[in-house]
């Protein structure tokens, strides 16, 4: 396996919340010579949309996703997911991340949420594609089903997209998925399934690396390399189906990235996605 493109490095904002707001990662990016980035809802309010917008275009920084939409399962969900499409479409993002939402509380109705999932994202799909907004649905560690989503392998996201359509007349579908290692690496049909999505559902990429042992089931996440994913064989999977798009680094670390310098952690997202992905 040849090393990645370091063109297609691209950063979910994330990684350095508690050191950064977004307009420091967007120059950190730019300082680092970092080519996308990947932001989250809340960031982009507290900065302004327009503004975001313009300093991302200033630097000609690709956003390679904007996180998130979904949790279908909560009241506000069509609001919510109407606004999160708008935001999407003026940042010019290469997709909306869907967080699929998890049980509504005090349910155990597992099958009556992911019916509820299936309805809402065919809801919000037209608006979607009228907006050029594709929607990648990202399938969750099982460990998160109850509380952030109840999609959890890429097989059961994919039969999503096929029970939903999709729009011929993109070369890019309107609906595919985002393939995060951190969710999926365990998954015996991950190859499979990733061969099945193919290029024209492939739209996001998201990297990180799995802890041993793990100490948070949400933010632990760790550096690409310190853990026992093997990143360059689902590159190559991934590259293999087609996908030609960014390698997003992903890290909720609460113990240990989130403590570091952010020019130092930047700087480490590149010497690993160069060495170890
Ligand atoms: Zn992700």
Request: aromatic share 6%.
């Amino acid at each position: 396996m040849s090393a990645p493109d370091p063109s297609l490095l691209s950063l979910n904002t994330v990684t350095v919340k508690r050191q950064w707001n977004l307009a420091q990662a967007i120059d950190g990016c730019a300082r680092h010579g970092i080519r996308g980035i990947s932001a989250w809802r809340d960031q982009v309010a507290e900065m302004g949309i327009k503004n975001a917008v313009s300093s991302i275009r200033k630097h000609g920084l690709t956003v390679t996703g904007l996180c998130r939409g979904g949790f279908f399962t909560s009241k506000d969900w069509l609001d919510d997911n109407r606004r999160a499409i708008e935001e999407a479409h003026e940042l010019q993002a290469q997709c909306l991340v869907l967080v699929v939402g998890g049980l509504p509380s005090g349910s155990k109705d597992l099958m009556a949420a992911r019916r509820q999932i299936k309805d809402s994202i065919q809801a919000i799909l037209p608006e979607a594609r009228k907006a050029g907004v594709p929607l990648a649905i990202e399938p969750l560690h099982p460990m998160q089903a109850a509380d952030r989503a109840c999609v959890n392998t890429l097989e059961h996201a994919l039969d999503l997209c096929d029970a939903l359509g999709e729009d011929e007349r993109s070369a890019q579908g309107a609906l595919g998925v985002a393939v995060d290692v951190y969710h999926v690496w365990w998954d015996p049909k991950l190859e499979a399934q990733v061969k099945r999505a193919g290029k024209k559902r492939l739209l996001a990429y998201h990297i990180c690396d799995w802890r041993v042992p793990t100490r948070d089931l949400l933010n632990d996440r760790a550096m690409m390399g310190d853990g026992v994913i093997d990143l360059p064989k689902i590159r190559a999977w991934v590259e293999g189906a087609g996908y030609t798009g960014f390698h997003e680094v992903e890290i909720f670390s609460e113990l240990d990235w989130w403590k570091r310098d952010p020019d130092e952690v930047l700087a480490t997202c590149k010497e690993r996605h160069a060495r170890c992905t």
